[in-house]
């Protein structure tokens, strides 16, 4: 049976299940409506005066979630206003935990959307279809979170293998059709996926050595390997950032072949190793 307290992770999430309902055909995709409320008794504490206050009134605040199966789901938040009767003040449930701000979408359903996007290469369209939502809705969720992930400050501090590679971006006749891809491949060495660190506009020697020069001289001590494409131009630019001798294009075929051999496409390997 269909408990949505459970499968969908409202306790996390700090909300209690009032009610449920399905619309749609049995036979096919639905949604899934949850009516809920938090589940927090602080905040019926005044924060001036300590004293208990009473709820005003409440309104509803819809929430597209995660979708359960082919069904999407959207919370019906009850979110109460409070009044302190002593000190005259008044404010509503926190829902930051829940929903960013005035968000569409649920914290979870933002990152979910992120990982379709941008691991599953998903469309947002398709996202959009799943959370029953519109088009913009996950569009801007996703460039937001997106955005702020790669603001990290942090995320550059254990890279210590990079992997570099163009990606055909605009397949327009105007415009810069290529970006520089560079990866992280850091987490290969413990049977972990890559992860994406950035993506510059234009493929040349200035895109990578501009890019490498403003991560620091601590980032580029760090790398001690590079894999990238054989490009003559990414090499210069590493070379000219990093203290590196290179190594024989067998050789790198054959470090990858045993570290990373499902990180990049073999027949595309160039590496660089430190020999300091």
């Avoid at 206050?53 to 819809?62: C, D, I, N, Q």
């Avoid at 290179?246 to 072949?257: G, V």
């Amino acid at each position: 049976m269909f408990d949505p307290q459970r499968f969908l992770g409202l306790d996390e999430m700090g909300l209690r299940v009032l009610s449920w309902r399905r619309l749609g055909r049995p036979d096919g995709p639905g949604l899934r409506q949850i009516r809920c409320e938090p589940d927090s008794h602080d905040a019926r504490w005044c924060p001036s005066c300590g004293a208990y206050a009473r709820v005003r009134s409440s309104w509803l605040r819809t929430l597209a979630h995660v979708p359960y199966g082919d069904d999407a789901v959207h919370l019906l938040v009850r979110v109460r206003r409070y009044e302190c009767v002593p000190c005259s003040r008044s404010w509503s449930d926190d829902l930051e935990a829940v929903g960013a701000g005035r968000g569409v979408l649920s914290v979870p359903a933002v990152m979910w959307a992120l990982r379709r996007v941008c691991l599953d290469s998903m469309t947002v369209s398709a996202c959009a279809r799943l959370l029953h939502v519109a088009w913009a809705v996950v569009d801007r969720a996703v460039r937001e979170q997106g955005m702020l992930l790669l603001e990290q400050a942090d995320r550059f501090s254990s890279v210590r293998a990079i992997g570099v590679d163009e990606h055909v971006w605009r397949h327009g006749a105007f415009g810069d059709r290529y970006v520089t891809v560079i990866v992280d491949l850091t987490p290969r060495c413990d049977g972990r996926p890559a992860r994406l660190l950035d993506m510059v506009p234009g493929r040349s020697a200035q895109v990578l050595r501009e890019w490498m020069q403003a991560r620091g001289g601590e980032f580029t001590r760090r790398v001690g390997v590079v894999a990238m494409d054989a490009f003559a131009g990414w090499k210069q630019a590493v070379e000219s950032v990093v203290c590196f001798a290179s190594m024989s294009f067998q050789q790198a075929h054959q470090y990858f072949s045993a570290v990373w051999a499902d990180g990049f496409p073999r027949s595309r390997h160039h590496a660089v190793s430190d020999v300091r």
